[in-house]
């Protein structure tokens, strides 16, 4: 019996492992669409503006509204459990840690970005007759923006920095573990710690020419990472198959 247990759980981690590889390559495509997204589509500074994007175009305004990161992060659920599993021998405490931040930061995102809402109060905005009525939906999407939590409308992106935060560990772990290649630990390292450096970037310019030789290296990294990790963890998964 507790061999035919052993044989079950090793069973269901290899399952785990072939969908936290496809989560993986899955945020990575999301990733580097949404990048270029916001090159084709820079995002809106004022709520009218986003109901004026909205009303010219509903489904560029839903992504450009962070809609690509919804599944992206439901992906980061699936691929940081696979790597908690792979690499809790490592070093339990730290893949803990790891996990809850991860976790929190899928809930906080999950709990506050909602592009649909945004949807609905720019059509009432475009429906309204009166100037009272459309102070009022300003009012509520300005509410939308405070709350989404986004770098993008002057906040701290909560959410996207607790999933950093949880690369960095994992990617650290992944340097005292023979499961990853050190080039994919490093990888994951640099990648996780230019996106955090972005914040401090922010906190002291908002000029674009020092943003984007911050960004784009950090989100190509990050890409990077993903498809290494979904390509280890897939393997990992096939193996004796």
Not at 92 to 104: N, T
Not at 115 to 130: E, I, K, R, V
């Amino acid at each position: 019996m507790e061999v035919l247990d052993a044989k079950t759980a090793d069973s269901d981690d290899k399952r785990l492992y072939q969908l936290g590889g496809a989560a993986a390559w899955i945020a990575a495509a999301l990733t580097l669409c949404e990048v270029i997204l916001f090159i084709l589509y820079p995002q809106p500074g004022t709520v009218r503006e986003w109901f004026m994007l909205f009303q010219s175009n509903p489904f560029i305004g839903l992504l450009d509204f962070w809609g690509l990161e919804v599944p992206m992060y439901v992906m980061f659920l699936a691929v940081f459990l696979a790597l908690f599993m792979l690499l809790r021998k490592a070093n339990l405490g730290l893949m803990a840690i790891a996990l809850i931040s991860a976790l929190l930061g899928i809930g906080i995102f999950l709990a506050t970005n909602n592009p649909f809402s945004m949807l609905s109060l720019s059509n009432q905005y475009a429906a309204a007759t009166t100037d009272v009525e459309r102070s009022t939906f300003l009012a509520a999407g300005q509410a939308i923006l405070a709350g989404t939590n986004q770098r993008a409308v002057g906040g701290f992106n909560i959410a996207l920095f607790l999933v950093y935060v949880a690369g960095l560990i994992v990617s650290a772990v992944m340097l005292k573990s023979s499961s990853f290649h050190k080039s994919t630990a490093w990888v994951g390292i640099l990648a996780h710690a230019l996106s955090l450096a972005d914040y401090l970037r922010q906190a002291l310019t908002s000029s674009a020419l020092i943003a984007l030789p911050v960004i784009l290296p950090g989100a190509l990294l990050l890409v990077t990472w993903f498809v290494l990790v979904g390509r280890r963890l897939y393997q990992l998964g096939r193996l004796g198959q």
